[in-house]
């Protein structure tokens, strides 16, 4: 896990520990009184295929929706498909 600031990324093994980790996440919110934007959380599919029916079934339990089609920001370094990071840096030069 490595956080910064309001920044978070967990990295999970496989997609059966995203229930275990959005438990973990409640209590932290509980506790802490903070919110997690699970509108702006996502998941990032690494090793498996997103359309795996067990990996799907089990993060839609834990209300992330992956999608492997996308570039997300992590500390400020995009990882994702490298044909949506180019789009990404085209817009920015």
Known sequence: MAA????LT???????QLPSFKSLVDIYEQGSLAK?????TYGLPI???????????QALSAG?????????R?????VGPLNQIDTIWKKKS
């Open 4 to 7: 910064f600031a309001d920044d």
């Open 10 to 16: 967990a990295l999970l093994r496989t997609a059966a």
């Open 36 to 40: 997690l934007s699970w509108s702006k």
């Open 47 to 57: 090793g498996v295929s997103a359309a795996d029916p067990v990996t799907k079934t």
């Open 64 to 72: 992330i929706v992956l999608n492997p089609n996308i570039a997300i």
């Open 74 to 78: 992590i500390l400020g370094v995009y």
